[in-house]
């Protein structure tokens, strides 16, 4: 089992920088593949972002591939999603998703987060 909370969304202007991050309860946090989806109003959660338990491969939607990075401490049970040179269709619920497969948590993963609200400004 494991818990995640989401936290550093907010409003920010087109062109702006924010940090997501995503802190992890339960065991083996390592042994987790952990994601970043999206859900803007009206429209259907999407895949962001995912990165392996060791942090060695990540895999980016092409919407958002060369502005954001994920990354992982597993010293801290934490997962990250850097999100650069946003743009106002950046705007959506950004949700932290977690599941031992890593095929997995691209599509349908087990654990999910509560969201966290990101605006961008045009």
């Known amino acids: 089992q494991v818990q995640l909370v989401e936290s550093g969304g907010g409003l920010v202007q087109a062109g702006g920088s924010l940090r997501l991050s995503c802190a992890a309860s339960?065991?083996?946090?390592?042994?987790?593949?952990l994601g970043w989806f999206r859900q803007a109003p009206g429209k259907e959660r999407e895949f962001v972002a995912a990165?392996?338990?060791?942090?060695?491969?990540?895999y980016y939607a092409d919407s958002v591939k060369g502005r954001f990075t994920i990354s992982r401490d597993n010293a801290k049970n934490t997962v990250y999603l850097q999100m650069n040179s946003l743009k106002p269709e950046d705007t959506a619920v950004y949700y932290c998703?977690?599941?031992?497969?890593?095929?997995?948590?691209?599509?349908?993963?087990?654990?999910w987060g509560q969201g966290t609200q990101v605006t961008v400004s045009s």
């Open positions: 990165i392996t338990g060791s942090g060695g491969r990540t």
């Open positions: 998703a977690a599941d031992p497969l890593l095929r997995v948590v691209i599509s349908t993963p087990a654990y």
């Open positions: 339960g065991r083996a946090f390592s042994s987790y593949a």
